[in-house]
């Protein structure tokens, strides 16, 4: 039966005519026991950063080879409902505050902080943090099935003046672009654009040269991990390019990948939070899946 679900999965995406290939990513670690939930990366100049899913206001930055935490760093200023995502720019870290599994959610939000806040001689850190709200024009419902919502949002990236959003629609299995200023504030997200990923998005990445933006996620129950790699689009048209498919771990297993990040411009991290079948673990591909 497992065998049958995998086989059938790949099917419908070689039937749809998706340049498609399988691939294992190597596991690097495990991570410290702190951080059984990562839900997403970042890595800056300071290291790789991540952060468990869920309410706490802190991140931590990461040792890549032992998966020790070497460093958290705390937000006085602010709390969190569901923080699902995080990204970066030259100047601030990004933390997405948009989890929205039911769609009921009206408190949307990211936080960013100073890159030169963070001291990275201390052990623990308290910084300040600065927000933005912002809702979906395009929702005008909060009460429907979780089934059906197409509103929940754990991928972003940040770039030039704007923060990108991709959103885990559970209604089509499609993603959506959401755009929006990186200043603080209460703004609108604007939409740019939907993309058939065929599963749900868990996070996103764009490569330091901006050439190409990958997308990670599973289908449901948190199956047949997937990466989609978007590159040759022009601005941010990021899904009007050209794009690939990547198949992880083609055994019918719980894998909750929920976090990707470029180490290089052809080098990745993907970390996945604690399943029945998996620890939460760093995980490492290297150029050759991407070009």
Avoid at 19 to 44: A, C, H, M, N, R
Wanted: aromatic share 14%.
């Amino acid at each position: 039966m497992k065998f049958s679900f995998v086989c059938f999965w790949v099917l419908c995406f070689l039937c749809a005519n998706v340049s498609s290939q399988s691939i294992q990513p190597i596991l690097k670690t495990k991570f410290d026991y702190k951080l059984k939930e990562s839900s997403g990366l970042v890595f800056t100049k300071h290291g790789l950063w991540s952060f468990n899913d869920g309410k706490s206001a802190s991140i931590y930055r990461i040792d890549t080879t032992t998966g020790t935490i070497l460093q958290e760093v705390k937000m006085a200023n602010t709390s969190f409902i569901d923080a699902e995502a995080i990204a970066k720019d030259d100047q601030y870290l990004y933390i997405e505050d948009a989890g929205n599994n039911d769609g009921h959610r009206k408190d949307l939000k990211i936080v960013r902080i100073r890159l030169t806040d963070i001291d990275t001689s201390l052990k623990v850190q308290t910084v300040f943090a600065e927000e933005i709200k912002f809702n979906y024009p395009e929702q005008t419902g909060f009460s429907g099935d979780k089934k059906d919502n197409n509103f929940d949002c754990e991928s972003m990236i940040a770039t030039k003046d704007s923060l990108y959003l991709f959103t885990k629609r559970r209604g089509d299995y499609q993603s959506s672009i959401y755009v929006l200023p990186k200043n603080p504030g209460t703004v609108q997200a604007h939409l740019a654009g939907t993309f058939n990923v065929k599963g749900l998005v868990t996070d996103a990445a764009l490569s330091p040269n901006g050439k190409y933006l990958v997308l990670i996620g599973y289908q449901k129950g948190h199956y047949n991990s997937f990466i989609w790699i978007f590159h040759q689009f022009k601005k941010d048209h990021f899904f009007e390019g050209e794009n690939k498919l990547l198949l992880l771990n083609e055994k019918n297993d719980t894998w909750q990948t929920e976090g990707i990040t470029f180490l290089n411009d052809s080098s990745l991290f993907i970390s996945c939070e604690s399943t029945e079948d998996h620890s939460a673990s760093l995980y490492f591909l290297n150029a050759k899946t991407i070009k």
